[in-house]
Nanobody, 121 residues
Framework: QVQLVESGGGLVQAGGSLRLSCAAT????????MGWYRQAPGNQRDLVAT???????NYATSVKDRFTISRDHAKSTVTLQMNSLKPEDTGFYYC???????????????WGQGTRVTVSS
């Protein structure tokens, strides 16, 4: 139905920048909300940022003013620009999408495989 493929993780020094991208592929009618979540070792998966189809964004307090989420509706992609990275930003970053599979079939909880981000001090 819908597959999410992330790219762009890696190793960066504190203060540096990384850009994560996620592409939604497969068969679906429309995408509602897309977002990024992260999971540090031993921790739960927490929201980083989301963006609705209207363009309204939501950020975790810890990343406001440092991260920017954007999406390309035509390409079904979502991007997370991460600046001024801190060691506490380290973790696996997962793309998430809430999708209308058909006009009447809505499915949330679609996840990518995750991409690792490591910020060294």
């Amino acid at each position: 139905q819908v597959q999410l493929v992330e790219s762009g993780g890696g190793l960066v020094q504190a203060g540096g920048s990384l850009r994560l991208s996620c592409a939604a592929t497969g068969s679906f009618f429309a995408i509602n909300v897309m977002g990024w979540y992260r999971q540090a070792p031993g921790n739960q998966r927490d929201l980083v940022a989301t963006i609705a189809s209207s363009g309204i964004t939501n950020y975790a307090t810890s990343v406001k003013d440092r991260f920017t989420i954007s999406r390309d509706h035509a390409k079904s992609t979502v991007t997370l620009q991460m600046n001024s990275l801190k060691p506490e930003d380290t973790g696996f970053y997962y793309c998430n999408a809430a999708v209308w599979i058909t006009r009447t079939n809505f499915k949330s909880g679609n996840w990518g495989q995750g991409t690792r981000v490591t910020v060294s001090s």
